[in-house]
């Protein structure tokens, strides 16, 4: 089970090209990263996890940018945001740095992606309809996909314009997408999303799994998956040697642990403390 890693790296972290460096020469298998463009100081919508919102969240660096260092500077070390929100960006933009960030890095790009929960962050990117949002996703990851076609391919959109077919290079080095996971909770939207362009889930903390993964596989068969074919990628765990244990037996390929929002050297140490679990 390959062990990976997350971090909302800022302005006052550990720095991208240290930490890749770091992850690869320890024998981590990869880095991912969230993605806040803004937070904006008026707002109503709450933490999700409660109390006041950490201080990290209004100052996390570009994960593409950042991504793009750490690819640079490692040969092997997997790269993945956790999550992008696709409602935030013009899709034909993203499709391009998507594509150009996972041939750059020879294939290693996973993108996450996700919904959100700050309705003032999204609607200064012009999300009027906070209950349509996923169906906003949907549409933009159809947009992508049609331009990381092999042949011109045109999407038709109901939010937006859409694309016409296009010559649209570089094109994900597996051809048709990277490897694309969806985050979010369990429940018959999200699973829905997951079936119809996703490789799998992406569940945030990996508390749970054994009552909603059956559900999940599920609907994969239902809508004509390779029942072989879906990952599960538990997300931001705080690792314990019975957790990750439980894990390795349900045959999860991957997981990805929290590391703090912290120093070098405060990284560092975590890390340290991770190594048993490699």
Request: overall charge negative.
């Amino acid at each position: 089970m390959r062990i990976s890693t997350t971090i909302f790296l800022t302005d006052e972290t550990i720095a991208p090209v240290r930490l890749a460096r770091e992850l690869q020469q320890r024998g981590f298998g990869g880095l991912y990263l969230p993605e806040h463009t803004h937070i904006p100081v008026e707002r109503t919508s709450p933490y999700p996890n409660g109390g006041d919102l950490p201080r990290e969240y209004t100052r996390t660096l570009d994960p593409l940018v950042a991504l793009a260092q750490a690819a640079a500077v490692t040969d092997d070390l997997f790269l993945g945001t956790g999550v992008t929100l696709p409602m935030e960006h013009d899709p034909i933009a993203l499709a391009k740095q998507i594509a150009t960030l996972d041939h750059l890095s020879g294939g290693r790009f996973t993108l996450g992606v996700g919904f959100g929960w700050n309705r003032e962050e999204a609607a200064d990117h012009g999300v009027a309809e906070w209950r349509t949002r996923r169906d906003l996703v949907l549409e933009r990851m159809g947009v992508m996909r049609a331009l990381w076609a092999a042949e011109p391919t045109a999407y038709a959109g109901e939010f937006g314009p859409g694309v016409r077919a296009s010559h649209a290079f570089p094109k994900p080095v597996r051809g048709g997408a990277p490897r694309i996971l969806v985050g979010g909770a369990a429940g018959p939207k999200l699973f829905a999303h997951i079936c119809a362009y996703a490789d799998g889930w992406m569940p945030i903390g990996g508390a749970g799994l054994s009552r909603t993964v059956p559900e999940l596989k599920e609907r994969w068969a239902e809508a004509g998956r390779d029942p072989d074919a879906l990952t599960i990628v538990p997300y931001a765990v705080l690792p314990t040697p019975g957790k990750l244990a439980h894990y390795a037996e349900q045959g999860f390929e991957e997981v990805v642990l929290q590391l703090p929002p912290g120093d070098t050297g405060t990284v560092l140490k975590t890390l340290d403390e991770y190594a048993p679990y490699l």
